[in-house]
């Protein structure tokens, strides 16, 4: 009993060691979290984002924004800026006809937090094959809400 008691608090203080080492010895970046994230001008309105506490940023809308290229799901970092944050995300999107490489979509944003919203604008701008660009920039505002359980 005494072998098992012990494992599990040595287990107990490598768990509270990790987590210390990951935020630091504070909270988490208010920015950490899912959200959802209204952006009227973009060919899909409604997207999810998720920022890590890592410095990285996933977001995903739905697949049907665009007839003519896929544009689903991008990927980038984030970082604090002040009394916000700023970030960029990146788009690889295929053409649905023939499967191809359509552009690459780069995506900045800079956002404030309030609680569980925030507010924000974002820059595209989308890149051929041979990183010329083809379209943008274009500015967009963007509007989160913090998903709660």
């Not at 995903?60 to 689903?72: K, Q």
């Not at 925030?118 to 094959?129: C, E, K, N, P, Y």
Request: glycine share 12%; proline share 6%.
């Amino acid at each position: 009993m005494r072998r098992t008691l012990g494992a599990v608090a040595l287990v107990a203080l490598c768990l509270a060691g990790c987590q210390q080492a990951h935020h630091g010895q504070g909270a988490p970046p208010d920015i950490v979290g899912a959200w959802i994230v209204a952006i009227p001008d973009a060919p899909f309105p409604l997207h999810m984002f998720v920022f890590h506490s890592d410095g990285t940023v996933e977001q995903s809308n739905p697949d049907a924004g665009d007839p003519n290229t896929s544009d689903s799901n991008l990927m980038g970092a984030w970082r604090a800026d002040g009394d916000g944050y700023r970030g960029k995300v990146v788009e690889i999107t295929a053409d649905r006809t023939s499967h191809h490489f359509a552009a690459r979509g780069e995506i900045s944003f800079t956002l404030k937090v309030n609680g569980n919203t925030f507010g924000g604008m974002a820059s595209a701008t989308f890149f051929d094959a041979g990183g010329h660009r083809v379209s943008g920039p274009v500015q967009v505002k963007m509007e989160g809400e913090r998903v709660l359980p």
